[in-house]
């Protein structure tokens, strides 16, 4: 890794969901470890899989790695974090003002900017604070801080004591003068951040056009505030052993041609190609192997005779019990990069065929639905996206022309400096969810999600939204205040969880289904994408993937999924109409063999 041959003290780690991410970081780290170096591996990601990479139980506090003598690692944990920060914002005030009071501050630090403020507010103390970490040569953030944090932290209303005049006292983190202590502490984090003798940011994505256009997504934004020191791996690229393998052949030119239009602005970064790995990366040895591909090792490690799992159907035989309703709504959710965009629209085809009414829409920043359709139509299908910037334009103009015909200039004016809150992005975004969710009351409508992440912080968001919502504009929209009971209604909103047999899409699939529950939103059924079981495959390397996905499949059949289906790797991507009918068509079992 091209990085590593002069690295910077903090390395941080960020991408798009289902590229590597954590692989590469845990990678990187063992081999500065194995260098000689102390190193401190940090996840801030709320479903952190360090653990499992690594086979050892992390906490919030470095933990030594047994198997690696100089390497430590550690999950910061935003959830606790977040309830910790609003205790320490909340809890000098116990006991001095009235119990409404203290309540109304604990709810206003329930919404999604205070669980990214609190996140930063505990790696800030790694990044920032030089004696926190001052015992290790290296520290390396597995998911680095967003663009969308950052511009959290530039608000002027934050530090300026702007807020301080406002009659209400609160902003969307609440009350803000408890962050002012913490002020110099961010300011060097973000002074650290911008500095590139001291900050390397690793963007990190596949050969896949999506996965390319967020690394460069993320990299003009972080640019934009002052992180250019970066660079670029492309992780999972695909070389054919067997050329007569028309499977791995068509995934070997799919990668080629998305590395050939590679976007413009990550063309001047320095660039680390890692080859795709044989099996799953948990364990140590498998980091130390990252980014090497042994063909005769590949040849010799193939088992012609390995057990395979029976009783596999296909994306067809849900189709029948989807269209039952007659209306409602069907969410693909999952971990970023599983392929929710091409179920969802998929099924919506489908559906659409039948002579059904359907919307389709997503909720996904980086949405690429247009590219699954493929421009095209069906009379009785709507495509949309939810678009961030003209939903939160539409909301802020909403909320200035009822709540701000009232006030004065000044008032007016904090008004518009709240709005301009990164937090009022995802208040409008979740606004328009809402109405999409509604509208499955008279027609079908397929909802392809956020990553995991984000969409489960969209779910819960429904009490701190309708807090939030009214200390703007003192109203409560129907489709809002309908929403958690249509998600929680079986006979409305069919939830599909969609992963890929790998460990951590299955894993983190696990972890939604239970956020799910804990909402009382049970899943309809879990859709596995991408499978190779099916395929006459000969390339030794893909035949390797095929059968350690085996136990993934398994593990959904058996454990995770009272209902599941899959959909078979195609070698033709599954863009356009003629290629999403396809996916739900019977014949499909049968193309395979």
């Known amino acids: 890794m091209k990085f590593l041959e002069h690295p910077t003290r903090n390395l941080f780690f960020t991408g798009k969901g289902g590229v590597g991410k954590t692989s590469v970081a845990c990678a990187t780290a063992v081999r500065l470890a194995d260098a000689g170096k102390k190193v401190l591996l940090v996840s801030t990601d709320p479903a952190s899989n360090l653990d499992e990479v690594l086979s050892v139980a992390l906490g919030n506090h470095p933990t030594a790695i047994p198997t690696v003598a100089m390497l430590f690692a550690m999950n910061l944990d935003p959830e606790k974090s977040a309830a910790e920060y609003r205790e320490r914002m909340v809890g000098s005030y116990r006991g001095m003002l009235p119990e409404a009071a203290v309540k109304s501050m604990e709810e206003q630090f329930s919404g999604s900017c205070t669980l990214e403020i609190a996140a930063f507010d505990e790696f800030s103390r790694l990044l920032g604070d030089p004696q926190a970490t001052v015992e290790f040569d290296h520290v390396i953030f597995d998911t680095a801080p967003t663009g969308h944090t950052l511009r959290l932290l530039t608000l002027p209303s934050a530090w300026g004591g702007f807020m301080e005049k406002n009659t209400t006292g609160t902003s969307c983190l609440g009350p803000v003068a408890g962050l002012q202590d913490q002020q110099k502490l961010y300011q060097e984090s973000v002074r650290a951040l911008g500095d590139p003798s001291v900050t390397t940011l690793v963007l990190v994505a596949r050969a896949e056009a999506s996965a390319l256009r967020e690394a460069a997504r993320t990299s003009g934004e972080l640019a934009e505030l002052g992180v250019r020191n970066q660079h670029l791996v492309i992780n999972g690229v695909f070389q054919a052993i067997d050329?007569?393998?028309?499977?791995?052949?068509?995934?070997?030119?799919?990668?080629?041609?998305?590395?050939?239009?590679?976007?413009?602005?990550?063309?001047?970064?320095?660039?680390?190609?890692?080859?795709?790995?044989?099996?799953?990366?948990?364990?140590?040895?498998?980091?130390?192997?990252?980014?090497?591909?042994?063909?005769?090792?590949?040849?010799?490690?193939?088992?012609?005779?390995?057990?395979?799992?029976?009783?596999?159907?296909?994306?067809?035989?849900?189709?029948?019990?989807?269209?039952?309703?007659?209306?409602?709504?069907?969410?693909?959710?999952?971990?970023?990069?599983?392929?929710?965009?091409?179920?969802?629209?998929?099924?919506?085809?489908?559906?659409?065929?039948?002579?059904?009414?359907?919307?389709?829409?997503?909720?996904?920043?980086?949405?690429?639905?247009?590219?699954?359709?493929?421009?095209?139509?069906?009379?009785?299908?709507?495509?949309?996206?939810?678009?961030?910037?003209?939903?939160?334009?539409?909301?802020?103009?909403d909320v200035l022309r009822k709540a701000g015909k009232n006030l004065d200039q000044q008032g007016k004016a904090l008004l518009e400096e709240d709005l301009r809150s990164p937090c009022t992005e995802e208040i409008a975004v979740f606004r328009a969810f809402a109405e999409a969710v509604a509208a499955g009351t008279n027609k079908f409508v397929v909802l392809d999600t956020a990553p995991t992440g984000h969409t489960v912080l969209l779910l819960d968001s429904a009490l701190a939204y309708h807090r939030e919502v009214t200390r703007q504009s003192s109203e409560m929209p129907e489709a809002v205040a309908n929403l958690l009971p249509r998600l929680r209604n079986p006979d409305f909103t069919r939830v599909l969880v969609v992963t890929l047999p790998e460990a951590t899409p299955v894993h983190e699939a696990a972890a939604l289904q239970r956020d799910l529950r804990r909402a009382e939103i049970e899943p309809y059924a879990w859709v596995i994408n991408q499978v190779l079981c099916p395929l006459p495959l000969t390339d030794p390397l893909m035949k390797q993937r095929q059968s350690h996905e085996l136990q993934y499949l398994r593990e959904v059949k058996e454990v995770q999924a009272s209902r599941f289906a899959i959909i078979p790797w195609q070698i033709t991507p599954p863009i356009g109409l003629q290629s999403l009918s396809r996916l739900t068509r019977s014949e499909l079992a049968a193309d395979q063999k």
């Open 243 to 397: 050329v007569s393998d028309p499977y791995a052949v068509a995934l070997e030119q799919r990668g080629s041609v998305a590395l050939g239009a590679i976007p413009e602005g990550l063309k001047a970064f320095s660039q680390t190609i890692v080859p795709l790995s044989p099996d799953a990366i948990l364990g140590i040895d498998s980091l130390r192997r990252l980014g090497k591909v042994d063909t005769a090792a590949a040849y010799s490690s193939t088992d012609e005779n390995a057990e395979r799992v029976d009783g596999l159907p296909m994306l067809s035989e849900l189709i029948d019990d989807l269209v039952a309703p007659g209306h409602g709504v069907i969410l693909a959710m999952g971990k970023g990069g599983v392929g929710k965009t091409t179920v969802a629209a998929a099924i919506a085809v489908a559906i659409a065929e039948r002579g059904y009414e359907v919307h389709l829409s997503t909720t996904d920043p980086a949405a690429h639905i247009a590219a699954a359709m493929n421009d095209q139509s069906l009379p009785t299908l709507s495509v949309s996206r939810i678009d961030p910037e003209m939903e939160t334009a539409s909301y802020s103009a």
